[in-house]
C-alpha cells in the first residue's frame, strides 16, 4: 500500500484519504470526502496517525478501537469521532460488524470547522469525549442522514456542484453529531481572541511538540507573552500551555515505546531530549511510571 507513508522519525504509519483506494466499496471525492461500509482492507491492525477526520456510526455488530492510547468499545448504536493527527488502531471486530464511515481530508475538516460558531468547544469535547451511545431514536435518525448523504454522494456523480452540495449536507450532519450531546451547540457567537489564540497554539504544537518543548517558542510564533497564552489555555481549557505541550509530548512517547522496536535512548532523541535521564524523569512525571516499565505493559 504505497500510499501510505512512514511518519517522520517514527515507525507509526500515517493514513489520509487515499489510503481507502484499497477498499471494493468507497463513494470518494480525491481528497475532499469519502463514505465506506468496511475498514477490513485498511491494516488498521496496526497504529495509524490519522490524517482525516473520520464519523463512525455503528450499525451492527462491534469493535474495539484504540484512539491515542485509549481503547473504546464500540457497539450498535456507537457514534465514535476521530480528528486528524489522532492514533487510532482496530484490534477486533465481531463478525457482524456493520459501521457507516464519511471521512474529510484534513483541509476540508478544517474548511469545515470553520463554519461553526464555536470550533475551540466542538474539538476539545470531541477529542475528550470521542465516543457516544444513542439512543434508539437519536440513532435511527442519525442512521438516515448518514444514508441520505450517501444516497447524494451516489446520484450526483454528473453534477458540477456536487461538493458543494455535500459540503452543506455534511455541516448539517456535524451539527446533528454534536447536538446529539447533553450541552447545547452555541449558535450566532463570534468567536474571542482567546478561542482563535487556543485553536492556533494547539495546530503549533501538533505540528512542533518534538522539536519544541518551551511555552516561550509558541507564545512568540503566535505574536503574544508566554504568560498571556498560559492564562488564554487556562480560560479556555482549565490546563495551562506547558500542560498541554508536555501532555502531547508524552503521548507521542507512549506511541513510540508501544510500537516501535527503538531503544528508549533513541525514542528520547527522537523527541529532543537533551539525554535519556531528563526523558524518563519528564516521562514518569507525565505517566506515572518509567519509560522501560510502561514498554514492558505493552509487550
Not at 490519522?50 to 491515542?68: H, I, P, T, W, Y
Not at 457482524?96 to 466542538?122: G, Q
Not at 528520547?268 to 505517566?287: A, T
Request: a positive charge; one cysteine or more; proline letters at 3%.
Amino acid at each position: 500500500m504505497s500510499n501510505i507513508v512512514l511518519h517522520k522519525n517514527a515507525n507509526i504509519r500515517t493514513a489520509d484519504l487515499s489510503i481507502l483506494n484499497a477498499l471494493h466499496e468507497v463513494n470518494m471525492l480525491p481528497d475532499k470526502i469519502a463514505m465506506f461500509n468496511s475498514f477490513k482492507e485498511l491494516g488498521l491492525e496496526n497504529y495509524v496517525k490519522v490524517q482525516a477526520a473520520v464519523l463512525l456510526l455503528v450499525r451492527k455488530g462491534s469493535v474495539q478501537v484504540e484512539l491515542d492510547l485509549k481503547t473504546y468499545n464500540l457497539e450498535a448504536g456507537s457514534l465514535f469521532i476521530v480528528f486528524p493527527e489522532q492514533v487510532l488502531k482496530a484490534k477486533k471486530a465481531s463478525a457482524d460488524f456493520d459501521p457507516i464511515c464519511i471521512a474529510c481530508s484534513k483541509n476540508m475538516i478544517e474548511e469545515l470547522i470553520i463554519r461553526f460558531d464555536d470550533n475551540t468547544r466542538l474539538i476539545l469535547k470531541s477529542r475528550e469525549n470521542p465516543l457516544t451511545q444513542l439512543d434508539p431514536l437519536p440513532f435511527e435518525q442519525l442512521n438516515e442522514s448518514f444514508e441520505f448523504l450517501k444516497k447524494k454522494f451516489e446520484m450526483m456523480n454528473n453534477n458540477s456542484c456536487k461538493l458543494q452540495v455535500l459540503k452543506n449536507h455534511l455541516i448539517g450532519l456535524l451539527y446533528e453529531c454534536i447536538g446529539i450531546g447533553k450541552e447545547p451547540v452555541a449558535t450566532d457567537v463570534v468567536k474571542s481572541r482567546g478561542q482563535v489564540l487556543f485553536s492556533q497554539f494547539i495546530d503549533l504544537v501538533v505540528e512542533n511538540h518534538r522539536e519544541q518543548h518551551s511555552v516561550k517558542f509558541y507564545a512568540d510564533e503566535l505574536g503574544i507573552t508566554p504568560k498571556y497564552l498560559s492564562a488564554v489555555a487556562e480560560e479556555q481549557t482549565g490546563k495551562n500551555a506547558k500542560r498541554w505541550i508536555d501532555e502531547h509530548i508524552a503521548l507521542d512517547a507512549k506511541v513510540l515505546l508501544r510500537s516501535s522496536s527503538r531503544d528508549i535512548q533513541k525514542v528520547s532523541k527522537i523527541l529532543n531530549f537533551p539525554d535519556v535521564s531528563f526523558f524518563g524523569k519528564f516521562f514518569k512525571r507525565l505517566v506515572g511510571v518509567s519509560p522501560k516499565a510502561y514498554r514492558k505493559t505493552t509487550d
